[in-house]
């Protein structure tokens, strides 16, 4: 325990030092603005483009890796949502914004971070894979959602293409698809080009926690939603079983592969569900909540699911 406790502490020590300093300089979340640019389209897009492109090719092709980890988010995402609409008085839109808080987990900000840290850069492929596969998802799935809603403005054929544009455009699925190209070209930049994606790469981590923090501080908690538990058990706890699952049925894959997705599974509801919610302007206060709640139980529920996989207690296939 006290191994995983020295690798998880700092980690969310990065996490409490943005809060920390949010709370004492009192500067405006606007103000963050350059900051999440820099990690968006700098910092994390150098990380996957220097660890992708140094992977071997035959390694890019686990499609069913992938398909079986944006399952099971699938499958929560349509348990949190269409339960909503069942069961309560939510319409579509809101519901929405539930699913997504049940299954959007922080994969930018957290993932990369904390998957290199447990299990070193064999963990940056799968992430990779995982990140883009599931923005993805969310990207195309959202603004549907919100159009059969009524939300949007624009007519549907206007929202899918704004949709596919916003997934090719995507600077983190862009530069996994030019890894890739350089993997297979087997493509070298030059000293000076690879110099300047390392230093991006090693900021891309403590930015990005840090920036977490800021945000988590200065965002509001004033409705706390009456589904908070449902929400906080499918992401944390329910979610990360599944995939567990899915993986373990569906193929035979590296340890580090599984527990990384594993892991990915488990992290809290992502700071992007805030930013929906306020896109559309439905369930907006509650939406934050669920970010900052369900970031603060991670903290107890990675732990104890790092040292799951640590100590070996997680084995690496469950039926094999």
């Known amino acids: 325990m006290a191994d995983v406790l020295g690798l998880v502490l700092p980690f969310f020590g990065l996490i409490l030092l943005g809060a920390f300093f949010a709370r004492q300089t009192r500067q405006p979340l606007e103000a963050l603005g350059w900051m999440n640019t820099f990690i968006i389209y700098a910092a994390l897009p150098a990380l996957f483009f220097q660890l992708v492109s140094r992977t071997p090719v035959d390694q890019l092709s686990e499609w069913t890796f992938v398909i079986g980890s944006v399952f099971s988010t699938f499958v929560i995402f349509g348990l949190m949502c269409f339960g909503s609409l069942i069961f309560t008085s939510s319409n579509l839109a809101e519901s929405t914004i539930k699913g997504l808080s049940a299954a959007y987990g922080?994969?930018?900000?957290m993932g990369p971070a904390l998957a290199i840290l447990v299990f070193g850069p064999s963990a940056a492929v799968p992430v990779a894979l995982i990140v883009c596969a599931e923005n993805v998802f969310h990207f195309a799935v959202t603004p549907l959602m919100m159009a059969f809603s009524g939300r949007a403005e624009e007519p549907i054929g206007v929202v899918a293409f704004?949709?596919?544009r916003r997934i090719v455009l995507h600077p983190l699925i862009l530069s996994t698809m030019l890894g890739i190209l350089a993997a297979v070209m087997r493509f070298e930049p030059p000293q000076a080009l690879d110099r300047l994606l390392e230093l991006l790469a090693q900021a891309a981590a403590p930015c990005a926690?840090?920036?977490?923090?800021?945000?988590?501080?200065l965002r509001p908690l004033k409705r706390v939603p009456?589904?908070?538990g449902v929400i906080a058990g499918l992401k944390l706890i329910v979610h990360p079983a599944l995939c567990y699952v899915v993986l373990s049925l569906i193929g035979d894959f590296?340890?580090?592969?599984?527990y990384s997705a594993v892991m990915l599974a488990a992290l809290p509801a992502a700071a992007n569900v805030y930013v929906l919610a306020q896109q559309y302007d439905v369930w907006v206060e509650r939406a934050s909540a669920s970010v900052v709640i369900t970031t603060a139980l991670s903290v107890f529920t990675l732990t104890a699911l790092l040292y799951l996989i640590t100590s070996g207690a997680l084995p690496r296939d469950l039926f094999r």
């Open 106 to 109: 922080n994969i930018g900000y």
């Open 162 to 164: 704004r949709a596919v």
């Open 209 to 217: 926690l840090f920036a977490m923090g800021v945000t988590l501080a």
């Open 226 to 228: 009456a589904e908070l």
């Open 254 to 258: 590296p340890d580090v592969w599984l």
